[in-house]
């Protein structure tokens, strides 16, 4: 893997030139969504071997603890991975007299992971809010009771937030669960369990002891735009203002196609591919 | 060799010579010959209206290229024709849910209950809250004038009336005039800031208080709503229809009469609704791509660039009104961006006596909120501080020749006096006691380069005709604008005056090239609320 991170790097290196490489720089400060951490760190690398003036902080937390960061003005860019909250809007304004600027960088599918010993293909999103809401669903073709223990990531994360939200109906989540930090962690602990269900905001292949579900019968993983998997949403940077200078520079290059190929090879899904 | 076939090398050897060097006639005959050809390709049903991001809008884009390109003028030194403008739309489903519960439930229905408007796709509120009423949803410190103060809306629904508090003082939210407290954004905009989740608006008719067309607000919220990329944070927004509004008071002891009373008698006062309310959205969107067109008549001897504009895009294909479901845009404007490249055509010919730039830039998306002119002035193709002035051609004489003409500036900058020297100067009558409305000046792509601190104005046909009899040609531009104006209508079965179009097109170009010689640029004014973005610009560099 870091291998390729290299390569990644150094391909974007040659592809982008050595021309243009400026005097200008500045700290980026970036927090939030441990989602599209890897991602985002692998951007920066590429950005700050372009732009040797800048450097680039990238930090996790989930994405309350980077609205609280940016809130603070501890940070330049919040990435989320859910949209701002209205209390999160009142707060910005008051401490930084700002209702925040979205932009939208990628789509990303929530994946739904079980063990891969489990018998259960895919689920319907009714069957999944009934599932992490801690009822007991009956599978309707073999009678079989699903009964999970839930891997839940920290209430700080933007997964956690939005799939309560758009999921459960701000229902609360099953009381049978375990809460990790890091989306490595969920999978980690469905390996671990072959009882469990979880939620990742990355379509993991390769790994031969979890298991994708199906949603509404549509499998996640194509990647495309318009894609019917049901269990999509955007990932945003939000700012104080509209970005310009070194976070418009830095936003630009995620913008670029060297920098939504990263994005891809992550398993998002790249919004402006195509013009 | 036949004479046909004599003629065709003849023509062939000389044609990059009358590319370049045959001198045309802006404003005759031939002029208006070539305005009708470019409005009857742009507003024809094969471009189906040329909605953002729609195969009708690219082939407008081919078709203003195309023909830049036969007269020889070439994109801005090493950039694109386009300039790429990430954009995102959606478009709420029908069996999205709002519905309201208080002392019964109600389940609203979208369109015939309600429109959505400046939300996203991921707006949601999935269990019910808490509501109130907060009068015209305004705090205007300004104005010592303050909705909430009485109330906290901290993750509650906010209801609202349109418009803003009346009055005839100029000093006091612009007196009869609308301000810009008037607008569904801002008023969003500080329900957000305030902690809410949203607001819903209940739309009145002006001074009386009445109820307004229900329909026409469905007309203009039908379609598909499109933002830039980064957009301020959004919440949940609808108008309501007023017919169905009566369902957020059941249980207040208010009545929406009671409402409307408060408007006319203004004692509009803002309290806490038992109605509760949630929201399940279903919404289908896309991310794509549109463009502005970049065009550029250079001199090297010189930074200063003069920017001419029309917006190129229209509304697209919505529902069917009379059996005819595309909104062509003839005047709104197609007719703008013929004017423009007749004008673009009279100034290359003229290029080498110029002494200053031209960036000719069709923008695109100004239809959903001047997005293709808010991206530029973002990303300028040419530096700010070196665009000196802009004029946006939106509009376009087309009943009659005008004997007068409306600045429209909005009073930001000093371009009316540019003008008025030039109006006198040729013989050019303009509106007399023309006030600067502020809600019209804002409804342009002009406004976006103002914000942006660039001098930036419209010029428009004024109250005079030349042949028509005067009551005549107000009715009729009463009857466009009432009737035309954004409907299936505004097509190529109407009747145009292009002898006008041409003629207008003659008088902007002499404009230009008065400025052209002009030694001092255009300034903003100190009392525009923009002066400082002016001031910025100059600074920064």
């Known amino acids: 893997m870091i291998k390729y991170l290299v390569i990644s790097i150094v391909t974007l290196f040659l592809m982008t030139g050595c021309s243009s490489f400026t005097r200008e720089g500045g700290i980026i400060t970036i927090r939030g969504s441990e989602t599209m951490n890897k991602s985002i760190k692998m951007i920066a690398a590429g950005f700050m071997l372009q732009n040797p003036g800048y450097s680039v902080i990238v930090g996790g937390g989930g994405t309350s603890v980077g609205m609280k ?98 999921i459960l109906e701000n229902e609360e989540y099953g009381k049978n669960s375990l809460t990790v930090n890091s989306p490595n962690e969920v999978i980690e602990q469905i390996v671990e369990n072959n009882n469990s269900i979880g939620l990742s905001g990355e379509m993991i292949y390769g790994n031969q002891l979890i298991k994708p579900l199906l949603i509404n019968g549509v499998a996640p993983g194509k990647r495309e735009i318009n894609s019917d998997y049901p269990l999509v949403r955007y990932i945003h940077f939000y700012t104080l203002d509209l970005p310009e200078g070194k976070i418009k520079k830095f936003l630009d290059f995620v913008n670029s196609e060297p920098g939504q190929k990263i994005i891809e090879q992550n398993g998002f899904i790249s919004l402006w591919g195509e013009d | 060799m036949n004479f046909s076939i004599k003629l065709f090398f003849t023509g062939f050897l000389l044609l990059p010579l009358t590319v370049f060097t045959q001198t045309i006639k802006i404003g005759d005959g031939d002029s208006a010959d070539r305005i009708f050809k470019h409005t009857s390709v742009l507003a024809a049903d094969s471009l189906f209206g040329r909605g953002t991001g729609s195969r009708g809008e690219k082939i407008a884009e081919k078709y203003i290229i195309d023909y830049l390109i036969s007269k020889g003028i070439p994109p801005v030194s090493g950039k694109s024709w ?55 949803g305004i705090t205007a410190p300004e104005y010592d004038y303050d909705d909430y103060f009485e109330i906290d809306v901290e993750g509650k629904m906010v209801i609202v009336i349109d418009g803003e508090p009346y009055s005839t003082d100029k000093s006091y939210f612009l007196g009869e005039e609308a301000s810009v407290y008037s607008l569904i954004e801002s008023k969003l905009r500080i329900a957000l800031s305030k902690g809410a989740a949203g607001v819903i608006i209940i739309p009145v008719e002006g001074r009386s208080g009445g109820a307004v067309e229900w329909d026409k607000i469905k007309s203009d919220y039908q379609f598909e709503e499109i933002y830039l990329s980064s957009r301020m944070s959004s919440g949940f927004g609808a108008i309501i229809n007023p017919a169905s509004a009566k369902v957020f008071f059941e249980g207040s002891g208010v009545s929406v009469d009671d409402i409307y009373s408060m408007v006319f008698e203004n004692k509009v006062r803002s309290f806490y609704l038992p109605a509760k ?68 055509a009279g100034l290359v010919e003229r290029k080498s006596s110029l002494n200053k730039n031209v960036l000719i830039l069709f923008l695109s998306a100004e239809e959903k ?86 001098p930036s104005f419209l010029i428009q046909e004024g109250r005079l005709p030349v042949n028509k009899p005067l009551e005549e ?69």
């Open chain 1, 69 to 166: 960061t940016l809130i603070r003005g501890e940070a330049d860019i919040c990435i989320a991975s859910r949209p701002i909250e209205p209390g999160e809007i009142k707060e910005l304004v008051n401490k930084q007299g700002s209702l925040g600027i979205s932009t939208i960088i990628a789509k990303d599918e929530i994946v739904v992971y079980v063990n891969s010993s489990d018998t259960l293909d895919g689920i319907s999103l009714s069957e999944l809010k009934q599932i992490f809401t801690g009822k007991v669903v009956e599978e309707s073709e073999s009678g079989r009771k699903l009964e999970y223990k839930l891997i839940l990531r920290s209430p700080n994360s933007g997964t956690y937030s939005y799939f309560r939200k758009h």
């Open chain 2, 82 to 136: 386009f300039q790429s403008i990430p954009l995102q739309g959606y478009t709420v489903l029908d069996n999205s849910e709002l519905n309201v519960a208080s002392i019964s439930e109600h389940k609203l229905k979208l369109n015939s209950d309600y429109v959505i408007t400046n939300s996203g796709t991921e707006t949601l509120i999935p269990s019910y809250i808490e509501t109130a009423f907060a009068g015209y």
């Open chain 2, 277 to 344: 309310i949630e929201f399940k959205g279903k919404f289908i969107s896309r991310e794509f791509i549109s463009h502005n067109i970049a065009a550029a008549i250079e001199n090297l001897n010189t930074e200063e660039w003069v920017i001419l504009t029309a917006h190129f895009d229209h509304l697209g294909v919505g529902k069917p009104v009379k059996g005819d479901s595309i909104y062509n845009g003839l005047n709104d404007n197609a007719l703008g961006v013929a004017v423009l490249l007749e004008i673009a």
């Open chain 2, 369 to 454: 909120g001047l997005l293709g002119s808010k991206y530029y002035t973002s990303n300028p193709i040419i530096p700010l501080v070196n665009s000196s002035f802009v004029l946006n051609i939106d509009g376009v004489p087309f009943i009659d020749e005008p004997g007068s003409f409306e600045v429209i500036d909005g009073d930001h900058s000093d371009l009316r006096a540019y003008f008025e020297k030039f109006a006198k100067k040729n013989g050019i009558k303009l509106d007399e006691n023309e006030e600067q409305i502020s809600h019209k000046f804002i409804r342009g792509d002009h406004y976006s380069f103002v914000q942006a601190g660039i």
């Open chain 2, 473 to 541: 040609y107000t009715w009729l531009k009463y009857f466009y604008t009432s009737n035309i104006y954004h409907s299936p209508f505004d097509d190529l079965h109407q009747f145009i005056n292009y002898d006008a179009a041409a003629g207008f097109a003659k008088i902007l170009l002499n404009f230009i090239l008065f400025m052209d010689k002009e030694v001092d640029s255009p300034k903003m004014k100190r009392e525009s609320p923009y002066y400082s973005e002016y001031l910025k610009l100059r600074r920064t560099n």
